[in-house]
């Protein structure tokens, strides 16, 4: 396409893995661990075993299809390749890239409200939203300069947080109380289910692993191992830093600092010192989630904009590889981020997320002749995915409506973009 230089920096192996765990960590364990552990209670270890367990099932088809049609536009491709150049696949890839922005809004907020708790300023005031558009335009360049640049970058801040990570977990299993905090209470299983789906967003970064794969070697081999042993580690990690979390900090000090509820944890295990590292990693964490996020978006439009699913326009550089779509997504981003609280940007992400790796389901399910997938695991995820997806949408519809409008706007955006894309293209 004209104006369009493509990204030919190569990935290592471990740069690609560290997108996804970088996304992964990023959301689910700073920006949501406070929100599960609201709604579930005990239950919340269990929740992101069972996010894990979903996760996997989709990983599969993921890293089957990521063998079989490597290239850097990731999800866009499968979901071409199954329906063809058409509405449907051109509506599930825009909601994916529409996804992926509102989730970089959403980690962009527990950046800013970690920022403050380093600080030491007031939560309720302009600061978090200020931190958060900081965040996302420095990003933005770090993105638009390359691959290379994003890839080197997620590998310094993955490595510090999960060195933090490490001694919070270490210091947590020798002081850890013999009972929790918070009693138990047994979640009904739709209610359960439900905030299944909201955690479902700290797995769903290992999507973003895929859009490597035209980007590093022998992709039939590192993909898959990438996405499996991205999803088991972090699965491990949440399960375990959960239980620490609900051990450490009493019910009012939950309630009271949800958002940053994993630095509090650190405080009786690793003092002040510990408060401050942890809200380092978190800092840390949060950015490089949105450091993939945009590197996945980029990936995304270039993808689309190759197979004139979006205008030519929304691929035309503006400034080294950023392009006029991205700006104008960076633009979206930082509107949802000072617009939006952090539950309501969570729950627009997770259930747009679980929409798009429905679809990759599906698509699976339809291309498992060419990749040689199990029908029945595929069946499996397809399902897990489907309940997942409908608990969670009935629960919010319940108790944020708003969210819910937004949600059927993204899809409906979706769709007319691509539909009138197609339509007014020549002949």
């Keep these: 396409m004209t104006g369009v230089r493509p990204m030919r920096e190569r990935m290592s192996v471990w740069s690609a893995t560290a997108i996804g765990v970088g996304a992964m960590v990023g959301a ?3 920006a949501l661990l406070g929100q599960a552990a609201l709604r579930a209670g005990t239950n919340v270890p269990l929740v992101f075993a069972i996010g894990g367990v979903v996760a996997i099932l989709t990983g599969y088809s993921y890293a089957k299809l990521a063998a079989r049609f490597p290239g850097s536009g990731g999800i866009n491709i499968y979901f071409r390749e199954s329906f063809g ?13 529409i996804t992926i922005m509102v989730a970089s809004a959403m980690i962009a907020q527990s950046f800013g409200k970690y920022a403050v708790a380093l600080a030491g300023l007031d939560d309720n005031g302009i600061a978090p939203q200020a931190f958060a558009v900081g965040i996302i335009l420095l990003l933005t360049v770090v993105n638009s300069i390359g691959t290379g640049h994003a890839g080197r970058l997620e ?16 210091a947590g299993a020798a002081q850890m109380h013999s009972s ?40 039939s081999k590192t993909i898959p191992r990438s996405i499996y042993g991205a999803i088991i580690f972090v699965t491990g990690l949440y399960v375990a830093l959960s239980i620490i979390v609900l051990g450490s900090v009493d019910p009012g000090g939950l309630a009271a600092h949800a958002d940053t509820v994993i630095a509090d944890a650190a405080k009786p295990l690793l003092g002040r010192a510990g408060f401050y590292a942890v809200v380092l990693a978190a800092l840390a964490a949060t950015a490089s989630a949105i450091n993939s996020n945009f590197f996945s978006a980029l990936q995304t439009l270039t993808g689309l904009g190759e197979h004139q699913q979006l205008p030519a326009f929304f691929n035309r550089l503006i400034w080294r590889n950023g392009t006029q779509g991205f700006f104008w997504s960076v633009g979206g981003v930082i509107i949802l981020s000072v617009t939006f609280d952090l539950s309501a940007t969570a729950n627009m992400g997770s259930a747009t997320f679980l929409m798009t790796y429905l679809g990759v389901q599906i698509s699976h399910m339809r291309l498992r002749r060419q990749t040689g997938g199990s029908a029945f695991l595929i069946g499996l995820g397809s399902l897990s995915i ?36 197609l339509r007014l293209q020549p002949a």
């Excluded at 150049?85 to 890239?97: A, C, D, E, Q, R």
């Excluded at 590998?155 to 270490?170: P, Q, R, S």
């Design 386 to 421: 489907a309940i997942v997806l409908i608990s969670f949408l009935w629960q919010i519809s319940l108790t944020q409506p708003v969210s819910i409008i937004m949600i059927a706007s993204f899809v409906g955006f979706a769709a007319c973009a691509e539909w009138l894309c």
């Design 155 to 170: 590998t310094l801040l993955v490595v510090f947080k999960l060195v933090v990570l490490g001694i919070l977990a270490v």
């Design 85 to 97: 150049k058409s509405v449907l696949s051109g509506t599930m890839s825009i909601l994916y890239y």
């Design 28 to 30: 689910g364990l700073f």
């Design 180 to 219: 929790l905090h918070v009693s138990y209470t047994p979640m009904p299983p739709s209610q359960l289910l439900s905030v299944v789906g909201l955690v479902f967003f700290a797995y769903a970064g290992f999507g973003t692993i895929t859009n490597a794969s035209g980007s590093v070697a022998d992709p």
